[in-house]
């Protein structure tokens, strides 16, 4: 008997069977062994929803999708048998339904009018939020409209710093004089999209007021902490590295120059601006270090009390007030939320630091804000947190670098071989997200992370804390001084990876279908650990190629119609304009993947321009394109313009044209403009044409409730 019971199940499992009912009891014994990881994909299911519901452009779509992925739960659930399969699916798919359902609710609950066009008008309203910008002579402020005033509840008004009143705090109630104008979208596809950022923070116009500006009543005498703190931090250190030291105590950035600000993006090391995990970290561990020792001077506590549970609390409200004194952003946020369950798990007695903390943190940010999700800052947070720790999680990683006894010169190599293979995966995964958002990524930014993480952990915070603290009593220069001089070698190291040869990877706006792939891949690899991970390389390696498979633009439009980039036989982005902005310049060259100044359309060899017409004609794809673009607000003659146009493939134009306007091939004047957006080209032997407005689109900020101001009084 103990025999046949012992052997039946074997012979069971040895028995052929359906390919299907195979195929299924493999999945059941992977899914046994990976059970551990499955609550990691919660938050990855859920955020799959939440970008599907970017994605699709309509609530027919939203609905069928939430419908469609509750059908499949509900069908898993009945076909399922109970297995671990069949309950994983459904609550992918339930989530997946709850991601969809969660951005609609909030996207309909920020909901607020938006300035229906541009106006000069007079804005009357109390002072939310203040934030200067030094660098630019800046100082931003966030502004809640007096009702009846016809105008969006919440603008964002910059001032010249000249113009700022003295004294002037938030909760104060002012009157300024300032040409608003509705939140910009994207000037051409795969850039900034400030439109829909504006839509869930609420805005509904931003501008530049104008002097004077009057205080109708003052605000709260303590509202200014946050400022007053940033103010003294760079009295104590100067330029852009003052810039950076306040950004990392209170997340204000305004004083770093734009200079210095490219050279961190290029060389990789811009994170360090972003107030996150490395910060929250240095912050909660000098806490507990120095609550330890100050607490273990007394015998009595020592030995009563128990002090590392004293300790990480202690280094818990520490972190929170971080947080809110930092203006608790998102990384902030996901950051605080991993320390303190690391200190919650340090106080039971558990392993601190794993990717189950990293899933909850992201589970976290996306229930409370799920449009989070479609930013830079949490892809960039989150992909380089996980990657770090699934690395470390690695039994063959933790072999490599765990402490042993050694000399110390074995011991320093290995900790530099630890850093370089930290920072080389965390640039493998960040990669993607910033070719992706930004169309550039520093190729050097593993090497100059190296030396500069430890350097803002151990040097420059601990002095600036330790400068802080001593300038209570007045004796903080000391500490202030090694601080400054930490940030001047960290300002060096970025400009010097900025500026070496091929520093700076750049590609056009990438298919979202290439990035989804990648993503896709890097998670599958990230988050299982089995041999199945490796399956990963797949998506990952055929979006990489993908991406950069496609073809640079050939012609790019904005959606106002008044700037134009064309690609040159050179390969060069020649510029419509010539006085052109800093802005509109760097956004058609990222775009365009150039990494160069943009020459003037008018000074190329196959172009014929004058003040108010640019006609220009190129070579792709074995035919010549003749482009005709305005480049004045003076009206072309009418019968010359339609001669003109029948003559050429493609107008472009800032104002309506005339019906009898007819080119070749695409008319893209004011009206057209209008529906489709910027506009991305590509020719050859079959054009493809990219447009920011998809067709049929209807999310809640391409079509909000708008409000028409004031016109100004006839003189």
Known sequence: MGSRAVSAPGAARAMPGPPGARAGAALERWLEIERGQLFLWVPVMLGVGV??????????????????????????????????????????????????????????????????????????????????????????????????????????????????????????????????????????????????VAWFDGLGATGRGFAPVAVIAPGRPDSGLRARLTAHVQSRVAGSAGGIAAALVTGDRGAISEEDAEALRRSGLAHLL??????????????????????????????????????????????????????AEVPTVRSCIAALMVLAAMMLGR????????????LVVLLLWPEALMGPSFQMSFAAVTAIVALYESERVRGWFERREEGWGKRLARGIASLLLTGLVVEIALSPIA????????????LANIVAIPLTTFVVMPFEAAGLAFDLVGLGAPFWWVAEQGLRLLLWIAHSAANAPGALAMLPAMPGGAYALMVAGGLWIALWRTRVRLAGIVPAAVGAAWALATPMPDLLVTGDGRHLALRMPGGALALLRDRAGDYVRDTLAENGGVDAELPALAEQRDARCSADLCVVTVERGGRSWRIAATRSGYMVPWREMVALCASVDIVVADRWLPKGCVPRWLKLDRGTLRETGGVAITFGARPHVETVRKPGARHPWLTPPTVMPPRPPRS
């Open 274 to 327: 972003s107030v996150s995990g490395l910060h929250v970290t240095a912050v909660v561990g000098a806490t507990m270090l120095l609550v330890l020792r100050l607490l273990a001077l007394s015998p009595t506590l020592a030995l009563r009390w128990p002090l590392p549970v004293i300790a990480a609390g202690a280094a818990g409200v520490v972190a929170i007030g971080y947080t809110v004194l930092t203006g």
């Open 351 to 362: 392993q601190a630091i794993t990717l189950r903390l990293v899933a909850f943190g992201a």
């Open 435 to 446: 070719l992706y958002h930004f169309h550039k990524s520093g190729l050097y930014g593993a």
């Open 51 to 196: 970008a599907l519901w970017f994605v699709l452009p309509d609530t027919a779509r939203w609905r069928a999708l939430i419908l469609a992925a509750l059908a499949v739960a509900a069908a898993a659930l009945a076909v399922g048998r109970g297995g671990r399969g069949a309950r994983a699916l459904a609550w992918g798919a339930a989530l997946v339904a709850l991601g969809c359902a969660l951005v609609w609710c909030r996207a309909e609950r920020v909901a607020a009018p938006v300035l229906a066009r541009p106006a000069v008008v007079q804005v009357i309203g109390t002072v939310e939020r203040i934030e200067p910008l030094p660098a630019r002579e800046l100082v931003r402020l966030r502004i809640a409209i007096d009702a009846g005033l016809q105008l969006p509840p919440l603008v964002r008004v910059n001032l010249a710093t000249r113009d700022m009143p003295v004294g002037l705090t938030a909760g104060a109630r002012v009157r300024v004089r300032a040409r608003l104008m509705p939140p910009a979208p994207s000037a051409v596809p795969g850039a900034y999209d400030f439109e829909r």
